[in-house]
């Protein structure tokens, strides 16, 4: 199945959930569409975690993405159910300034509470839109994808140099090429394909156009 939008959302938790989930295919789509990368926290509360932002930004620019599509919040790590009607209305603004044709957000396999939250709420803010699930390694169980986008080999290793930014997260496994090469690999052996991502389905919505003649 081909698709498309002309507008595509990224909702991200924490700075490298984007990356981590969706490098490979924002690598491959970078200046073929709109998008707009949406990371809620910028876990400055976290003495260990100063250098996060502008590792961040970095990352995104390896994907080929301008500043002015990288937006970064602070809301508190750990304490994203607290502020879960900030965190639509801020989800809500987002539909109107940006009207999405699809968002990718969270798996719904996601343990981890922040990441709980912004799934929860991306599914009240874009009801009637397409929402697709990520998987970001540690904090996901039982994740299996159920939408295969195959992505390109150059799309891998964009996605792996965009994770080498975080010099914060060297030491991480899943951060580890191989790692992250193996995951595309397998993904790609579902879809028959050498190289995919993979996303679990949230929401679809559809219209089926016959052929034109």
Do not use: W
């Amino acid at each position: 199945m081909t698709f498309f939008g002309k507008s595509l959302l990224f909702l991200g938790a924490h700075p490298d959930d984007i990356e981590l989930g969706c490098g490979a295919l924002i690598a491959d789509i970078a200046g073929q569409t709109d998008i707009h990368c949406m990371t809620f926290s910028d876990n400055r509360k976290n003495p260990e975690l100063q250098h996060l932002v502008p590792e961040h930004n970095d990352s995104m620019r390896v994907l080929g993405l301008r500043d002015d599509q990288v937006e970064i919040g602070q809301f508190e790590t750990r304490r994203f159910p607290d502020a879960r009607q900030e965190i639509l209305e801020k989800m809500l603004q987002l539909r109107r300034q940006l009207q999405p044709e699809i968002v990718f957000v969270h798996t719904a396999q996601d343990i981890h509470q922040d990441h709980v939250t912004v799934t929860q709420e991306a599914m009240r803010a874009f009801r009637g839109t397409t929402v697709l699930g990520f998987d970001v390694l540690r904090s996901s169980y039982g994740f299996f994808p159920h939408f295969l986008v195959e992505v390109s080999e150059v799309g891998v290793e964009k996605k792996i140099a965009a994770l080498a930014a975080y010099t914060t997260y060297a030491n991480r496994y899943y951060f580890s090429p191989e790692v992250i090469r193996a995951t595309a690999i397998r993904h790609g052996a579902l879809a028959e394909r050498p190289f995919a991502e993979g996303f679990d389905i949230i929401r679809i919505v559809g219209k089926f156009s016959a052929a034109e003649s």
